[in-house]
């Protein structure tokens, strides 16, 4: 199993961004999908999460509004899009896939995880 993060650089204040997570060895569809990030000196958060085999999808509150997550079963590919980003939003961002019961926010409850991709909103 492969998941594949790219899309991340290097932004200004309100800029958007794109994060891909290509799949290989799972089909998106049947997993749990979800993004976290973190930032120089922190715990791993919780970003989005897409649920499998639905549309269903949660987000944290700082992403709320801002970020959506999205999943293109045809190229087994996730997606995060990124709106009005903020210099708080400066972290190596990580999809993960969870096929497990367990809490969407928690990263123990996922089973495979991308090398992440790194953003960077300066002010």
């Known amino acids: 199993v492969q998941l594949q993060a790219s899309g991340g650089g290097l932004v200004q204040t309100g800029d958007s961004l794109r994060l891909s997570c290509a799949a290989s060895?799972?089909?998106?569809?049947?997993?749990?999908m979800g993004w976290f990030r973190q930032a120089p000196g922190k715990e791993r958060e919780f970003v989005a999460t897409?649920?499998?085999?639905?549309?269903?999808?949660f987000y944290a509150d700082s992403a709320k509004g801002r970020f959506t997550i999205s999943r293109d079963n045809a190229k087994n590919t996730v997606y995060l899009q990124m709106n009005s980003l903020k210099p708080e939003d400066t972290a190596v961002y990580y999809c993960?896939?969870?096929?497990?019961?367990?809490?969407?926010?928690?990263?123990?409850?996922?089973?495979?995880w991308g090398q992440g991709t790194e953003v960077t909103v300066s002010s």
């Open positions: 897409i649920i499998r085999r639905s549309d269903t999808t």
């Open positions: 993960a896939a969870k096929s497990r019961s367990g809490s969407y926010y928690l990263t123990k409850f996922y089973d495979y």
């Open positions: 060895g799972i089909a998106v569809v049947s997993y749990t």
